[in-house]
């Protein structure tokens, strides 16, 4: 089955620092979303984004399908942007979301 | 209207005891979907309802584990027989049909 694989596994930044999370998937699918697991377990939708360049305030997220990757960016990190963040991706043949493993954002105030 | 609600937020439970589940989606939304989170993993798929039917329960772990949607809307994971390794977050979220899914606040269950 289709792999998912998130990078890095961990991160820790100071308030105010940019960064980018790597999302890398092994085949071709029809939906890829981005999630943000807050301290108490909520998991907040980002973006849906099987393709192409969104933007929302201070994140935005890029999929090139093409080349089986999305990233996300986060600018001028807040202390409440830290969690576990989750790409997740559903396969062409299926409609389950596939996970990757998590990268753990700690910003420091 | 309002998000996925799950209910209960916590389930404490003994070993070997019959515990259910409930899930209610976006209005409007008629693919739900169950799926399951161990400490420190990604969820893990466990079955996917379009409408009535359980199109996918190809993730559910073994026949202790059961899932209706009689109407269309509520749905109810039901495990018999707990045991131990199944404690969890339970997860719950629903779509239409191959878009975007929106999660609940999730079950936690711990089997004692």
């Known amino acids: 089955g289709i792999q998912v694989e998130q990078s890095p596994p961990d991160l820790i930044l100071q308030e105010g620092a940019n960064s980018t999370l790597r999302c890398n998937f092994s085949d071709s699918v029809n939906n890829l979303q981005w999630f943000h697991q807050n301290p108490w377990g909520q998991l907040i939708n980002l973006f849906y984004i099987p393709s192409g360049t969104k933007q929302n305030g201070r994140l935005s997220a890029t999929t090139v399908a093409t080349e089986r990757y999305s990233l996300l960016y986060i600018s001028s990190s807040q202390t409440t942007d830290s969690g576990v963040y989750f790409c997740a991706v559903v396969a062409r043949s299926n409609y389950q979301l596939i996970w990757g493993a998590g990268t753990k954002l700690i910003i420091k105030p | 209207g309002a998000g996925v609600s799950q209910t209960p937020s916590n389930k404490v439970t003994e070993k070997g005891k019959y515990v259910e589940l409930r899930c209610d989606p976006i209005s409007g939304h008629t693919a739900l979907y169950w799926y399951r989170q161990s400490l420190g993993q990604g969820p893990e798929f466990l079955i996917y309802?379009?409408?009535?039917?359980?199109?996918?329960d190809s993730g559910l772990p073994n026949d202790r584990f059961f899932a209706v949607r009689p109407e269309g809307s509520v749905s109810t994971l039901k495990i018999q027989r707990t045991e131990r390794g199944d404690s969890a977050v339970y997860l719950c979220?629903?779509?239409?049909?191959?878009?975007?899914?929106?999660f609940g606040p999730g079950t936690r269950l711990t089997v004692l």
């Open positions: 979220a629903s779509s239409s049909p191959g878009r975007e899914q929106f």
């Open positions: 309802f379009q409408g009535t039917g359980a199109a996918d």
